[in-house]
């Protein structure tokens, strides 16, 4: 089930309107691939809030700080990256913890996982 910040439910027209741009600069960002609507069975474009949260970041940083749109896909990657290693760490954090909790690794103080070619080590504070 999705939550209601997730839920498409806001049309092109509305979205531009709330965000003073005109529609066509949602259809340029889409196509560089800045943002992803959802789509109706008649190819009609929704937005969720989360949507527009990201629209208005591209904003910010296309308008405010000057950065041109291949600039902002690649701080956008970046910032999905950072995103998906912080929850890795958390979740490493949470293993570390139900491991001394039931005894396995009484005295570690880090947890060591192999992934590809590099090592992810977690020290216990």
Known sequence: MKSAYHE?????SAVAEILSIHPQTLRQY???GLIKP???NGKIR????KDIDNIKTVLTLTREMGINLAGVDLILQLNAKIEKLQHDVENYKNKIKDL????VVP???ALVIKKSSY??????E
């Not at 929704?46 to 809030?49: E, M, P």
Request: positive net charge.
């Open 8 to 12: 498409p439910v806001y049309l092109i």
């Open 30 to 32: 889409e196509r560089e």
């Open 38 to 40: 959802s789509r109706t």
């Open 46 to 49: 929704l937005y969720s809030q």
């Open 100 to 103: 001394n909790r039931f005894g």
């Open 107 to 109: 005295s570690s103080k």
């Open 119 to 124: 090592d992810i080590v977690i020290i216990k």
